[in-house]
Every structure is written in C-alpha cells, then in structure tokens.
C-alpha cells in the first residue's frame, strides 16, 4: 500500500475532555466546590485556588480537617466544602469538608480554578 | 554547453544571493527563575557567535532582562544589533510593529527576515491560533501554562507573516519553546516555522537539545530545511521537532497524535504523564479505545516504512527481500513504555476501588471526630508528620504533645488497616511506585524519541522524493 493513500483516523484529545470558562470569586458563606492545590507551610495544610496569581485564594482547616487535608499535600484537587465564618478578603476558613477528589489541572484550556457556590448560608 | 549553463546559473544565484538582504529580530528568555544565569545562555551565545560572522542588514534584540550572565552575553556578543531591551509585553508588540512597518520600505521582496524566539512557551488555549510565551518578570511555576510568570502571544506576529507575504519578503520564524509545533500555524507561502518540538510537549534546553544544535548547524549557504533535519537527527532531547513544509505535515498527520504518550515523562513542574494518565484513568472506554488505536496505529506506520525500505535480492533461483531500514528498537521502545503505562494506569484504577472509599470516623478525647477515607488513612505519610511536630521549634509544648499523640494514633490505624487488608496496602504501594515508575518515564520516552528519529528521517526522505522539485519557504530560506 502506498502511504499516501493510507487511511488516517485523527481523533484529537479534546473529544476526550471537555473545557468551559469559569472565574473563581468568594460570595460568602455557604458550600462551595473548589478546585485547587493543597500545601503545607510550617506545618499547616492549606486548600490554595489559583496558586501565586493575582486571584489567589486561600483556604485554612480546623486541626481535625486538615488532617483529612494531608492525604493530598502537593496534589490538584477538587473539594466540596462549608464556610461558616465571612471571608477575610481571600482568605477563608473551612468550616467542614463534604468530599475530596484528586483534579487534573487542564493546560489545554487554560481555565483559571474554579471556586463556585453551590448553595449560599449564613455567617456564625 | 550544459556546464556553461549550469556555471552561468551558479553565478546568478551567487549574484542573486548577495543582493538578499537578511535581517533578524531575537526575542526571548523570559519566565527564568531570579539569579545571575538562565536555561537559554549557552543557545543565546552560540547565536551570537554566528551573528557576528554573519551580514545583517537589520539587527534586533528584545530578550530576557535581569539576569547578570544573559545580559553579558547580549552586550558582548550583539554589539552590531540594536538592543530593544528587557523582553516585555510592550517591547516584544513594539519590535513585531516595527518590523512589521520595515516590510515594503527598508525590507523589500527577495529580502530575508529571521525571527528566532527562545523562550519558555504554554500549550495552546482554546482562542489562541498559536500559543503563548513568557516574558521578562516572574518565574513560571507551570511550564504547560506558564502560571505564575507573564506572557504574549505568538499570535501577535500573523500580521507581520502576511504582511511578509504581501510584499514577498522571506519570513523564517524558529520557536525554540515548549508546545513551539503550535506556531506552525503561522506558515504561509512566504513564511518557513521551526519548532523545537510539538504542540503537546516539552522542549529542553541543554548543549545537545535541538535548540542548541539548531544553532551549531547554522551555516551560510545552507536552507532552513537542510539544517532542520540536520538538527533534529543530531539533537536527543525528548521534543518533536517540526518544521512546515508538505513533508513535516504529512508525516505528523499520521505519527504525532499516536506517539505523542511515548514522549511525555513525569515532571514536577508539569507533569505531562501524570496528567495524562490520571485523565485517561478517569475517562470514559472512547479515551482507552483510542489509547490503544494510537498503539496500533504506530505499529503500522513502522511496518508500512520498513516495507518500503527493502530490496529484492536474487539468490539463486530464489527472490530474497532484505530490510534496509530495520525500526525494530522503535517497535520495542514504544512497547516497553505503552506496557509501563498500562501498569501505572491499573494503580491509578487499583486506588479507585470502592473499598478505598468506605470513611471511617477518628477521634480522641481532645480531637474532634475526623472522617477519613481507607485511602486517605493509608497515603498520608504519618512518619513524616510525627518526625515534623517532634521537631518544631513554634508550637507551644502541650499543643505539640497533642499533635503527636493524635497522628501517633492514626499511624497505629494506619498499621492495623494495613495488617488486616494486605490487598488495600498493595493497591497503595502500586500507587506510591506510580511516583518512582515516573522517575523511569524520561528514559523510556528518550528511548522512544531516539528511535523515532530514524523514522521520521526515512518518512521524510520518502515524502521528499514527491516534492523534489517544489520550493517551500523553508527551502528557499537560505542563511
């Protein structure tokens, strides 16, 4: 068979995985769904979206969730969790984890991380 | 008569040569960590080494900005060259304006225009045409996206490719960064592009990397074409390198989506395998049906160019057909890694199991009730975190004791779970020698790479022989 007239099957990765644009904001309190990477500095574990960008936000954990936290020290992931107390500009504390999945950060895309309210309540 | 000819045209080319005019525009070096030094001295020398043995009739140079080494470099070795400063958004839109501008007045058709760009560069985003690349200012913590660092686009030079074309300038633009195969898309009629390596992957930086070697065989006479397959059989880093001629396009059409897992390798700073991997673990039969496609695929490009390359011999009353291009390393090479992966893709699945996920609840007197998954219990390094609060200087002594006591009792947890479900432990072990196995992935992908290049030589050669005598703006680019 000559290789010029060799059948090609071209399926690009992004029939694979799908993309979408979201911007990452605060609202209050209530249960959010976060994407973004967990680290440990001075040995507090911290939930950072949007690591060392202008957008950054940062996420501090009770002792007993940041326990739960340290299974994933230096991994993406999304967690869906509660925040009982305002947040302090971009700074927020995490009232209580629902669910942590390990995320894969999407270069193709280029999407910043995503912080979205899922359900709003009220401050204590 | 025919050598008179032959002698006459010689000597027109040589006249005609002389009358090109050749210019050069040399942008980069941004996205480098603080220090004296950054990854693209050596090339940046090297360059300027030909630069100054070399005619220029426009000279620019917009590149890096604050590292002592790299800004020798440019003093002492693009004297000649005007010096547009630190490569910022607003110099790096201001140097493409002026050239831009330059065509049709000061750089006229027949002339040459060579855009070298060696810098760090992103993946393509999803309303880019080409893709983005690093400027002057902070380091970039994710070489997939440049996160952390600023950046332009390769886009901002389209206007000057068709502005080239309009006015039948001799537009060459070599990308030396990351996913640099994105700027392909700027080729036209008139315009050559060389990428150090593909769309979907890395390119490196080092004295044998394509980059570098790109430099070293750039010599007066020669094409972009005969140095870019030169370069890119000589290199061995683990890129792809591109080039847009009819060629390059057909043999990527058909190879560089199949091979393009072979040549990642895990990395911290954006693991190409590890995303790769995670992301085919968790997609749907469609992602590992085309996994193993791809696979097969490959498989049948080597043996279509092996069937090519043969010889019927007669031996006696017998025809004996004799390979004269044997791939075989390449075939086991891919094999070797795709069989590596497939491991690691069944730790990643092994860690999905449902029993892994089944939480159970932990406390202590003083410690409020945590809920931990068996996977969470048995990936946390408890050794560490007990070594760590022992050896903190800042928390008080009680709060110390407490911490202690409580990661001490999940570790004696963590013993149980392990002595009681033996299976679970090795479903994490697999996962844990996911990040030692990736350690190997370079070597398997370098391996891959190394073989791939005889490969695509031979594509290349075979694919050339319909095209001898077309031009392309790669072949008609000569330094």
């Excluded at chain 2, 570098?212 to 972009?224: C, E, S």
């Excluded at chain 2, 092994?350 to 809920?371: A, F, G, Q, R």
């Amino acid at each position: 068979m000559k290789i010029k007239t060799m059948m090609i099957l071209t399926i690009t990765s992004s029939q694979c995985f799908s993309t979408s644009l979201h911007a990452a904001m605060l609202e209050g309190c209530g249960f959010y769904k976060v994407e973004g990477i967990v680290r440990e500095d001075k040995l507090k574990v911290k939930l950072i979206v949007n690591e060392k960008s202008v957008s950054e936000i940062k996420f501090s954990a009770p002792f007993n969730w940041e326990t739960k936290l340290r299974a994933y020290i230096n991994d993406p992931v999304t967690v869906q969790l509660k925040i009982e107390k305002r947040p302090d500009g971009t700074l927020a504390e995490i009232h209580s984890i629902q669910e942590i999945s390990l995320r894969v950060p999407d270069p193709m895309s280029f999407k910043p991380e995503d912080l979205k309210l899922i359900k709003k309540a009220g401050c204590r | 008569m025919k050598k008179i000819l032959l002698l006459a045209l010689f000597f027109t080319q040589l006249h005609a040569a002389e009358n090109v005019r050749s210019n050069i525009m040399i942008l980069g070096g941004g996205g480098e960590p603080q220090g004296n030094e950054t990854i693209f001295d050596t090339s940046l020398a090297k360059l300027g080494n030909y630069f100054n043995k070399t005619k220029w009739n426009n000279a620019s140079v917009a590149f890096n900005g604050g590292h002592n080494v790299t800004e020798t470099v440019l003093n002492q070795k693009f004297t000649a060259a005007e010096n547009k400063g630190h490569f910022t958004d607003v110099n790096y839109k201001q140097i493409i304006n002026e050239y831009t501008d330059k065509i049709g007045k000061t750089i006229k058709s027949g002339d040459q225009l060579l855009v070298y760009v060696y810098t760090h560069g992103g993946q393509r985003k999803e309303n880019q045409t080409t893709h983005s690349i690093s400027t002057t200012g902070a380091a970039i913590t994710d070489t997939n996206n440049l996160s952390g660092g600023s950046m332009v686009s390769m886009d901002d030079l389209k206007t000057l490719t068709e502005k080239a074309k309009n006015n039948g300038v001799k537009l060459a633009i070599v990308d030396l960064s990351c996913h640099s195969g994105a700027s392909l898309a700027l080729a036209n009629e008139n315009t050559c592009v060389v990428s150090a390596t593909g769309p979907n992957h890395l390119a490196y930086a080092s004295q044998t990397a394509f980059g570098d070697t790109f430099v070293d065989k750039m010599t007066p006479g020669k094409n972009l074409e005969e140095i870019f397959l030169d370069a890119r059989s000589s290199s061995d880093d683990n890129g792809m390198p591109m080039i847009s001629t009819p060629e390059n396009f057909q043999i990527t059409k058909n190879l560089y989506d199949a091979i393009t897992p072979y040549l990642y390798s895990a990395n911290k700073d954006g693991d190409k395998l590890g995303n790769y991997l995670l992301k085919t673990a968790q997609s749907d039969l469609s992602c590992r049906m085309k996994r193993e496609d791809d696979f097969k695929r490959i498989n049948d490009l080597i043996d279509q160019i092996e069937s090519i390359n043969t010889v019927t011999k007669k031996v006696l009353f017998w025809n004996h057909v004799e390979k004269t291009l044997d791939l075989s390393e390449l075939r086991a090479s891919i094999k070797e890694y795709k069989m590596q992966q497939d491991q690691m893709l069944k730790a990643l699945e092994t860690m999905n199991t449902p029993d892994l996920k089944i939480i159970d609840h932990y406390s202590m007197e003083d410690i409020e009730s945590t809920p931990l998954s068996r996977l969470e219990l048995l990936r946390t390094d408890y050794d560490k975190v007990i070594n760590d609060m022992q050896n903190d200087a800042v928390m008080s002594a009680s709060e110390r004791e407490r911490n202690v006591r409580w990661f001490t009792y999940l570790k004696s947890k963590q013993t149980e779970l392990n002595n009681s479900r033996p299976e679970l432990k090795r479903a994490i072990n697999i996962g844990l020698d996911f990040d030692k196995e990736s350690l190997r992935s370079y070597s398997l992908a370098s391996q891959v790479k190394n073989n791939e290049k005889k490969l695509y030589d031979s594509f290349y050669k075979h694919y050339k022989k319909e095209n001898a005598e077309k031009s392309n703006p790669c072949r008609d680019f000569v330094l």
